[in-house]
């Protein structure tokens, strides 16, 4: 789950991979929907208690919070957008990531909700009108 932008000339894209995530984030918040999450949110609860845990996650505002998780790399002759590897949610044993990737492909017990990757999709798809947005902007 990440937006690859190519680099063939290695020429500094970070600013327009900032512009990429914010666009992202804005793009995918305009589209949640609580309702589908609702599922996400008493299938996680169930297992956390069915483990003994007793805390209680809402999957609505843990997708925002890995919304705002979305950085990128450079890896020379290309860039990567995706969610940071390294932070975990509080108070139970999974990192943002995993619980990201879950949302977007699911499992055999619950259909995924896969909004992040579709708007990588269309990303991908329009990139040379994301570019012409960006050039203009930094024209003002």
Do not use: W
């Not at 805390?55 to 890995?66: N, P, R, T």
């Amino acid at each position: 789950m990440q937006l690859i932008v190519e680099n063939p000339a290695n020429g500094d894209l970070s600013e327009f991979c900032e512009f990429l995530i914010q666009e992202t984030v804005e793009s995918v918040l305009s589209k949640l929907s609580a309702a589908k999450l609702k599922l996400f949110t008493a299938y996680f609860n169930k297992n956390l208690e069915d483990s003994g845990k007793k805390v209680k996650i809402d999957a609505y505002e843990l997708f925002i919070d890995g919304l705002n998780h979305l950085m990128f790399t450079d890896e020379g002759t290309q860039y990567s957008i995706h969610i940071d590897r390294e932070p975990t949610i509080e108070n139970i044993d999974l990192k943002i990531v995993d619980f990201m990737k879950f949302i977007n492909y699911g499992n055999l017990l619950i259909k995924g909700y896969p909004i992040l990757s579709e708007d990588f999709d269309e990303s991908r798809n329009h990139l040379k009108d994301l570019i012409h947005k960006f050039t203009s902007l930094q024209g003002m």
